[in-house]
């Protein structure tokens, strides 16, 4: 109980410190977002009024405390370019962000776990051999290219779905998800054939254990053994891997949503970079790496449930 | 296991059933919905007196008119105004506004609204004047509830090109960039940043309402995905595919062609050595071949420009100026040899790299330019850092761009080489267009003053101010559902034109 409270403690601190890190990195390099909104109407009267009504320029310690201030009441202030509250900008894409990162995880296992256990029941026929040779090839496309096949073989060829007709999730959640279910396949195939390749190894290992023999020796039925025994063991190094799993997802998905043109918080993210909107830019990062921050914290967590040996060898 | 498989199934059975659901809602409505694709999304203002961008212009079109509006063959038609009268020294505009023009909030407009607009522009109240022009404003006075009277501190008889600007809310002149209500064909319903705008049209428009009741402006942001976003349906129309874009476009769609309006060029910052020579700059312009650039570019579309001028712009616009310097690599170089430069010089262009078609113009003036011994260096940066370096802080020594037109007047393409203006990014200084640019605003008389602007522009052309290139073609894909785009001299789509195919 302790370690977890130590690691939800360690979490906080994590955030506190990229806010800061995001916070100078936006200082320091070069751009104006006084220049970015005037674009070719800029005059120096014109900039030097925008920037005192942005709050550029105060000095950058009391613009810091001031942001950071505003976060802790949860307010992240108001967007440069588009004149609206950044909570009320995120409210809106922050769902479609995290629905499709989890769509992605919820279609990764639903894939590996069975496609996995089908191969190490067949260990050493063809069947295994063409898992494995499949799982190389789709491990080793990466994902906007992935999208790129989807969209083609998907969206062009079969018609299952409109590549760039993007509903939004307000409008029609059923046509929303249906949407996301192809940016999610595309997001969650090659982590699914690295979490295949993974259970699998794992799943072969644990055959060999003593354990699993003496089990088998006593009459136990072959498939009681392997679900109750064999493949809850081999789930732990499977579950670390969920963690960076998320992890990457959710910065995966800033690169998805380019592909399928869906406006989430990596393309507010992308074109606020652009514009230098940093209001914007830090509100975005700040809850991604939360959001990073408490996926692992997650899995820290389930990994003590599952295997209770981590927690007391800690303690 | 059992209990294993069941889910599993379940699981598979609804993703599936989700997925082909929804794919062919949506249909029933189409005859009078039309959604067109935009490639950036609205990122300065919503308030048409702040807003910057080009693109920004074009979408706000729809929603805002001022005292008169510019139509499609490039002249100034009454719109909330519905006549005005100019005295003759060019001081005095009256205008007379026209019954019946209502805010999409259904409130009439009144000569407040109307005053209240132009004082916001002009800065009378609160100092800084929005557009330079305006400053130019000595007084708004309402004499009555259907007069608007402007005076000018000097005369200007091409002050009417800017009565384009858009006339809002007297008390929500504040909210404009939150919730614009203006007095267009269409009014504004919502927007999702990245995302979308969308449009409703205006049911108590004064003029002739728009044929087709809802607009989706919908960000297309990756150019790779616009053909598909067009041939899946996701959107019906896109202004601006590049040449190879409309290739691959099927017979689903029209591809219309007219001009985008701009001054393309090679913009030379005339302070830097060795451009601060006339003879370099010629140089340069005749080593310039503008029908290879095009061939390149887009298939030998575009019009080729000799100075900072472009054929829609009618009687400002001479033709002759093209011929000038014609592609001629010896006499290039002989001037290079008298100006000091026998072997050559390095030059370094900086360009915008969001914007490909004039990196592409880019990559072929760099061949060209080498056959006369400069060695170019093409230097790609952001929007953001192009505006502040180059445009705005004038470090750089070339840079390839496309410079357009915010109102109807040759001043808007003219006024910014003049020696002190503070957009003269190319520090170009020529007393003798100063003068020239002067005696232009001070003629009362058009014809008077048309000569003076063409002054200006053979100025241009002869002191080589830039390498100009083209007005670049544009490209228009339209699906054959649609029908009734019209082109426009400046930045503007005039979705209120556009009606069902039958």
Same mark, same amino acid.
């Given at each position: 109980?302790?370690?977890?409270?130590?690691?939800?403690?360690?979490?906080?601190?994590?955030?506190?410190?990229?806010?800061?890190?995001?916070?100078?990195?936006?200082?320091?390099?070069?751009?104006?977002?006084?220049?970015? *909104? &005037?674009?070719?109407? +800029?005059?120096?009267?014109?900039?030097?009024?925008?920037?005192?009504?942005?709050?550029?320029?105060?000095?950058? =310690?009391?613009?810091?405390?001031?942001? &950071?201030?505003?976060?802790?009441?949860?307010?992240?202030?108001?967007?440069?370019?588009?004149?609206?509250?950044?909570?009320?900008?995120?409210?809106?894409?922050?769902?479609?962000? $995290?629905?499709?990162? $989890?769509?992605?995880?919820?279609?990764?296992?639903?894939?590996?776990?069975?496609?996995?256990?089908?191969?190490?029941?067949?260990?050493?026929?063809?069947?295994?051999?063409?898992?494995?040779?499949?799982?190389?090839?789709?491990?080793?496309?990466?994902?906007?290219?992935?999208?790129?096949?989807?969209?083609?073989?998907?969206?062009?060829?079969?018609?299952?779905?409109?590549?760039?007709?993007?509903?939004?999730?307000?409008?029609?959640?059923?046509?929303?998800?249906?949407?996301?279910?192809?940016?999610?396949?595309?997001?969650?195939?090659?982590?699914?054939?690295?979490?295949?390749?993974?259970?699998?190894?794992?799943?072969?290992?644990?055959?060999?254990?003593? @354990?699993?023999?003496?089990?088998?020796?006593?009459?136990?039925?072959?498939?009681?053994?392997?679900?109750?025994?064999?493949?809850?063991?081999?789930?732990?190094?499977?579950?670390?891997?969920?963690?960076?799993?998320?992890? #990457?997802?959710?910065?995966?998905?800033?690169?998805?949503?380019?592909?399928?043109?869906?406006?989430?918080?990596?393309?507010?993210?992308?074109?606020?970079?652009?514009?230098? #909107?940093?209001?914007?830019?830090?509100?975005?990062?700040?809850?991604?790496? %939360?959001?990073?921050?408490?996926?692992?914290?997650?899995?820290?967590?389930?990994?003590?449930?599952?295997?209770?040996?981590?927690?007391?060898?800690?303690? | 296991?059992?209990?294993?498989?069941?889910?599993?199934? &379940?699981? =598979?059975?609804?993703?599936?059933?989700?997925?082909?659901?929804?794919?062919?809602?949506?249909?029933?409505?189409?005859?009078?919905?039309?959604?067109?694709?935009?490639?950036?999304?609205?990122?300065?203002?919503?308030?048409?007196?702040?807003?910057?961008?080009?693109?920004?212009?074009?979408?706000?079109?729809?929603?805002?008119?001022?005292?008169? *509006?510019?139509?499609?063959?490039?002249? $100034?038609?009454?719109?909330?105004?519905?006549?005005?009268?100019?005295?003759?020294?060019?001081?005095?505009?009256?205008?007379?506004?026209?019954?019946?023009?209502?805010?999409?909030? !259904?409130?009439?407009?009144?000569?407040?609204?109307?005053?209240?607009?132009?004082?916001?522009?002009?800065?009378?109240?609160?100092?800084?004047?929005?557009?330079?022009?305006?400053?130019?404003?000595?007084?708004?006075?309402?004499?009555?509830?259907?007069?608007?009277?402007?005076? &000018?501190?000097?005369?200007?008889?091409?002050?009417?090109?800017?009565?384009?600007?858009?006339?809002?809310?007297?008390?929500?002149?504040?909210?404009? +960039?939150?919730?614009?209500?203006?007095?267009?064909?269409?009014?504004?319903?919502?927007?999702?940043?990245?995302?979308?705008?969308?449009?409703?049209? @205006?049911?108590?428009?004064?003029?002739?309402?728009?044929?087709? *009741?809802?607009?989706?402006?919908?960000?297309?942001?990756?150019?790779?995905?616009?053909?598909?976003? $067009?041939?899946? !349906?996701?959107?019906?129309?896109?202004?601006?595919?590049?040449?190879? /874009?409309?290739?691959?476009?099927?017979? *689903?769609?029209?591809?219309?062609?007219?001009?985008?309006?701009?001054?393309?060029?090679?913009?030379?910052?005339?302070?830097?050595?060795?451009?601060?020579?006339?003879?370099?700059?010629?140089?340069?312009? @005749? %080593?310039?071949?503008?029908?290879?650039?095009?061939?390149?570019?887009?298939?030998?579309?575009?019009?080729?420009?000799?100075?900072?001028?472009?054929?829609?712009?009618?009687?400002?616009?001479?033709?002759?100026?093209?011929?000038?310097?014609?592609?001629?690599?010896?006499?290039?170089?002989?001037?290079?040899?008298?100006?000091?430069?026998?072997?050559?010089?390095?030059?370094?262009?900086?360009?915008?790299?969001?914007?490909?078609?004039?990196?592409?113009?880019?990559?072929?003036?760099?061949? /060209?330019?080498?056959?006369?011994?400069?060695?170019?260096?093409?230097?790609?940066?952001?929007?953001?850092?192009?505006?502040?370096?180059?445009?705005?802080?004038?470090?750089?020594?070339?840079?390839?761009?496309?410079?357009?037109?915010?109102?109807?007047?040759?001043?808007?393409?003219?006024?910014?080489?003049?020696?002190?203006?503070?957009?003269?990014?190319?520090?170009?200084?020529?007393?003798? @267009?100063?003068?020239?640019?002067?005696?232009?605003?001070?003629?009362?008389?058009?014809?008077?003053?048309?000569?003076?602007?063409?002054?200006?522009?053979?100025?241009?052309?002869?002191?080589?101010?830039?390498?100009?290139?083209?007005?670049?073609?544009?490209?228009?894909?339209?699906?054959?559902?649609?029908?009734?785009?019209?082109?426009?001299?400046?930045?503007? /789509?005039?979705?209120?034109?556009?009606?069902?195919?039958?």
């Amino acid at each position: 109980m302790i370690a977890i409270l130590k690691k939800i403690a360690s979490a906080i601190i994590t955030i506190v410190v990229v806010s800061c890190l995001v916070f100078i990195a936006f200082s320091v390099i070069p751009g104006d977002p006084a220049v970015a *909104k &005037l674009g070719t109407q +800029a005059t120096p009267e014109k900039l030097e009024a925008l920037r005192i009504k942005m709050g550029l320029n105060e000095p950058l =310690l009391k613009r810091f405390v001031l942001w &950071l201030s505003g976060i802790v009441r949860g307010d992240f202030s108001t967007s440069y370019s588009y004149s609206m509250s950044v909570n009320s900008l995120i409210a809106e894409k922050i769902p479609v962000t $995290l629905i499709l990162a $989890l769509y992605s995880l919820i279609i990764m296992i639903v894939i590996s776990i069975p496609v996995a256990v089908f191969a190490a029941r067949h260990k050493g026929d063809v069947i295994e051999r063409t898992v494995t040779i499949i799982n190389q090839v789709i491990m080793s496309i990466p994902p906007f290219f992935g999208g790129i096949l989807i969209s083609l073989v998907f969206g062009m060829t079969l018609k299952l779905f409109t590549p760039g007709a993007y509903v939004s999730y307000s409008k029609n959640l059923g046509a929303f998800l249906a949407y996301m279910f192809f940016p999610a396949l595309a997001l969650a195939l090659p982590k699914a054939a690295m979490a295949v390749s993974l259970l699998y190894t794992s799943i072969v290992d644990e055959l060999k254990k003593d @354990y699993v023999r003496t089990a088998y020796s006593r009459g136990n039925s072959t498939k009681g053994v392997f679900y109750n025994h064999i493949l809850k063991n081999a789930c732990i190094p499977v579950i670390t891997f969920l963690g960076m799993a998320i992890a #990457d997802m959710i910065a995966g998905s800033i690169v998805i949503e380019q592909v399928f043109s869906i406006p989430g918080l990596g393309r507010i993210l992308l074109t606020s970079i652009q514009n230098r #909107d940093y209001p914007v830019v830090e509100a975005i990062i700040v809850i991604i790496a %939360a959001l990073v921050i408490l996926s692992n914290l997650l899995v820290d967590i389930m990994y003590r449930v599952i295997d209770p040996r981590v927690g007391r060898s800690n303690e | 296991m059992k209990m294993f498989k069941k889910v599993l199934v &379940l699981t =598979l059975a609804l993703t599936m059933a989700i997925a082909f659901c929804g794919c062919g809602s949506d249909k029933a409505a189409e005859e009078s919905t039309i959604t067109v694709g935009i490639a950036q999304d609205i990122e300065d203002s919503l308030d048409p007196h702040h807003a910057a961008a080009a693109g920004t212009r074009e979408v706000l079109f729809n929603i805002f008119e001022g005292l008169v *509006k510019p139509n499609s063959n490039g002249e $100034l038609i009454p719109a909330i105004a519905s006549e005005y009268s100019v005295d003759e020294e060019g001081k005095v505009y009256t205008f007379t506004l026209r019954d019946g023009v209502t805010f999409h909030n !259904g409130e009439a407009v009144t000569v407040e609204d109307v005053k209240a607009s132009i004082e916001r522009n002009a800065g009378i109240g609160d100092g800084e004047a929005l557009v330079a022009a305006f400053s130019n404003i000595e007084s708004v006075d309402t004499p009555d509830d259907k007069t608007v009277v402007i005076t &000018l501190a000097t005369p200007d008889t091409d002050f009417i090109s800017n009565m384009t600007v858009a006339i809002l809310s007297a008390d929500h002149l504040d909210e404009t +960039a939150t919730d614009p209500i203006g007095t267009g064909p269409y009014k504004y319903v919502s927007r999702s940043p990245q995302e979308n705008i969308i449009l409703e049209a @205006y049911d108590g428009y004064w003029g002739e309402k728009a044929f087709i *009741k809802n607009v989706e402006f919908k960000v297309v942001a990756d150019p790779d995905t616009i053909v598909m976003n $067009l041939e899946s !349906g996701a959107i019906d129309m896109f202004p601006r595919v590049t040449s190879v /874009q409309a290739s691959q476009l099927s017979d *689903k769609f029209n591809v219309l062609e007219g001009t985008m309006n701009l001054v393309q060029a090679v913009y030379l910052n005339n302070d830097v050595e060795p451009l601060n020579d006339v003879r370099v700059r010629q140089a340069l312009c @005749y %080593a310039v071949d503008k029908q290879e650039i095009m061939d390149f570019m887009a298939d030998g579309k575009g019009t080729a420009i000799g100075s900072s001028m472009f054929p829609s712009f009618g009687k400002y616009y001479m033709e002759e100026l093209n011929d000038v310097y014609t592609t001629d690599v010896d006499k290039a170089k002989e001037l290079l040899e008298e100006a000091g430069y026998p072997n050559g010089f390095d030059l370094k262009i900086t360009i915008p790299s969001n914007y490909e078609q004039h990196v592409q113009t880019g990559e072929v003036v760099k061949e /060209q330019f080498a056959k006369i011994g400069v060695n170019v260096e093409l230097e790609l940066v952001e929007w953001n850092t192009w505006l502040s370096d180059v445009y705005s802080g004038r470090q750089y020594e070339a840079t390839v761009v496309g410079v357009d037109a915010s109102t109807l007047s040759a001043r808007a393409l003219l006024s910014r080489f003049v020696s002190d203006a503070g957009n003269n990014f190319i520090n170009f200084k020529s007393e003798a @267009y100063d003068e020239a640019y002067n005696k232009a605003l001070a003629s009362t008389d058009d014809a008077e003053q048309t000569k003076y602007y063409k002054e200006c522009e053979t100025i241009l052309t002869n002191e080589a101010a830039n390498v100009y290139i083209q007005d670049m073609s544009e490209l228009i894909a339209l699906n054959k559902a649609f029908t009734g785009y019209e082109f426009y001299p400046l930045y503007a /789509q005039d979705i209120s034109k556009i009606r069902p195919a039958d």
